[in-house]
């Protein structure tokens, strides 16, 4: 045993971390992302929009701004008009399906409240067209049938849009409330302004809700589309029954997102002529995908990374922050040497993304890249806590010395506490 702890203490002092950003390092095939982009270039990447956060209290019942006494002109024209503030996102070269681990509605992580008020029934109708050449997306929203009754068997609804997980002001559009019904008819079309890159890791919210002039508005039910799995080629509406929200707690959600990266693993003396000295472990982080945040709005974010077991201030190295990004392009290589091919078994890759806010910090999730034994030159450890997905792209490494492995992984939220 005093073997194996003076093994470990030999690796922990062995691993250095190259300081500087060697995006050089990119594999021939991503030359073009290869550099570092400056600060100014990386907010014209992101998202770019400021956030406009809106109130994410009770849902059943929405706040008062939301009514509207009767159909507006100005409502209608930003319904038919494309809105020049609305949703601009990542210039992300990848397309990636949403990834969120939970069932029922999306939206109910940023809701709280009673949604019994009234109980839900009825279906909707609608399309989705998007138009490559002026990178815009058109909620065509036809009519509801049979829906609930809000008021002396009757409802004055109105049909509601966000871009999940965004759900600030900019995502959220509406159609005109129309009177005295349970069967409206809309035939109006609800635009975002998004790239085609950004389209698939998005989810599309249409709820229902009862218009009160001297109150707030009633939840009649809602539909959610992952916009990775729609038929593009369907020119036919879509009928849809709606569904009741069911109160989640943030605590359940299990993914945070996706998060792209390459890594590689060169032994000392591979490259020839005793080159490297040491062993390097190279990990490219290219991009993250659809963070979802408890508030629902665009975040700033980095991600910082970690040799386990060692978890000193030496090991750690971070990106730089990448500020209202739903989807933030890091491009950020992080380098490690004085690694020896057998440390592999022993080590644990751990990449945490950070949300910023103001001058705090926290955690969303992370991916731990490891053999996942559970143990550390031969001393268990709650960090090998890899799943099946990260321990195969960790071993695919391991046997392919000095090949790029690229990976798609979900920014899990169950990472078990570091307690060695």
Not at 94 to 120: K, P, Q, R, T, W
Not at 135 to 149: G, M, N, P, T, W
Not at 322 to 351: I, Q, W
Not at 387 to 396: G, K, Y
């Amino acid at each position: 045993m005093e073997r194996l702890r003076e093994e470990n203490t030999v690796f922990q002092r062995s691993l250095k971390t190259t300081a500087g950003q060697r995006t050089s390092s990119a594999p021939q095939g991503y030359q073009h992302r290869s550099s570092s982009l400056s600060s100014k270039e990386s907010e014209k990447r992101s998202n770019g929009y400021s956030e406009d956060p809106e109130c994410v209290g009770a849902c059943v019942l929405e706040d008062l701004v939301d009514g509207h006494n009767g159909e507006s002109d100005s409502l209608c024209s930003s319904i038919t008009d494309p809105d020049p503030m609305s949703l601009k996102t990542s210039s992300s070269t990848c397309s990636l399906h949403s990834a969120y681990m939970i069932s029922g509605s999306m939206m109910s992580m940023f809701s709280s409240g009673d949604f019994g008020v009234v109980e839900v029934r009825g279906r909707i109708q609608y399309s989705l067209v998007y138009d490559t050449q002026k990178e815009e997306l058109q909620v065509i929203v036809y009519r509801c049938e049979d829906i609930a009754s809000a008021r002396k068997n009757l409802s004055d609804p109105y049909v509601k849009t966000y871009l999940l997980p965004d759900k600030s002001n900019q995502s959220k559009k509406k159609t005109s409330v129309r009177k005295k019904t349970l069967n409206p008819v809309y035939d109006q079309t609800l635009r975002y302004k998004i790239r085609t890159t950004e389209l698939r890791s998005r989810t599309l919210n249409l709820s229902v809700w009862h218009a009160q002039p001297l109150g707030r508005n009633i939840f009649l039910g809602e539909v959610e589309v992952s916009l990775g799995l729609w038929d593009w080629n369907r020119t036919q509406p879509l009928w849809q029954d709606l569904q009741p929200r069911i109160y989640m707690s943030p605590d359940s959600i299990s993914s945070r997102g996706n998060m792209m990266l390459s890594i590689k693993f060169i032994p000392d003396g591979f490259e020839g002529g005793g080159l490297p000295l040491t062993g390097e472990l190279h990990i490219w982080l290219r991009e993250a995908q659809s963070l979802l945040s408890n508030k629902g709005g665009a975040i700033d974010s980095f991600v910082r990374s970690y040799i386990l077991p060692d978890a000193s201030q030496q090991s750690g190295q971070k990106t730089r922050v990448m500020k209202r990004s739903f989807s933030p392009t890091y491009n950020h290589t992080m380098v490690y040497d004085g690694l020896h091919t057998s440390d592999l078994k022993e080590a644990c890759a751990e990449l945490t993304v950070w949300q910023r806010d103001g001058l705090k910090t926290h955690v969303l999730g992370g991916v731990r890249l490891s053999c996942g034994t559970g143990q550390s030159y031969g001393e268990a450890v709650s960090w090998m806590d890899s799943t099946a997905e990260e321990v195969a792209v960790w071993t695919s490494m391991i046997d392919n010395p000095n090949h790029w492995i690229d990976t798609t992984l979900p920014i899990r939220t169950n990472l078990t506490n570091r307690s060695k």
